[in-house]
């Protein structure tokens, strides 16, 4: 994986907490890394915890459930610009022209989400 900037840019901080809060984690808890992870519940595809988008190739993914905290999720975006393996991954519901307007929901590598997509929410 070549170095791309915006991997770094998205693992730093929380990302995940467009929700607000999951139980009685607050988003300053989740960006440290304590407590459980307010985004390990699978959430319906009306209402993720992101989406991402690329307007050039019509992809789209909303990502319904994340793996990891975020303390691990950052190492492993870190470890990721070292070693060009990805780590990380997300449970994500994706649409593109090959899909006919449907979704197909799968894991997918959360650096290649962040790679190719521009988060719309």
Avoid at 41 to 49: G, L
Avoid at 74 to 100: H, I, Q
Wanted: proline share 4%; aromatic share 16%.
């Amino acid at each position: 994986m070549r170095n791309h900037p915006k991997l770094y840019k998205y693992s730093n901080y929380c990302y995940g907490m467009s929700k607000g809060t999951c139980g009685r984690i607050t988003a300053k808890d989740y960006a440290k890394g304590t407590g459980k992870n307010p985004c390990g519940k699978t959430v319906k595809v009306d209402t993720p915890y992101e989406v991402w988008k690329n307007e050039a190739s019509g992809f789209e993914w909303r990502v319904l459930k994340k793996y990891q905290t975020p303390a691990k999720e950052d190492e492993n975006f870190k470890k990721a610009l070292r070693t060009g393996m990805n780590y990380t991954r997300w449970f994500c519901a994706v649409r593109s022209p090959m899909t006919y307007g449907s979704w197909e929901y799968g894991d997918v590598y959360a650096q290649d989400v962040v790679k190719y997509g521009e988060r719309v929410k």
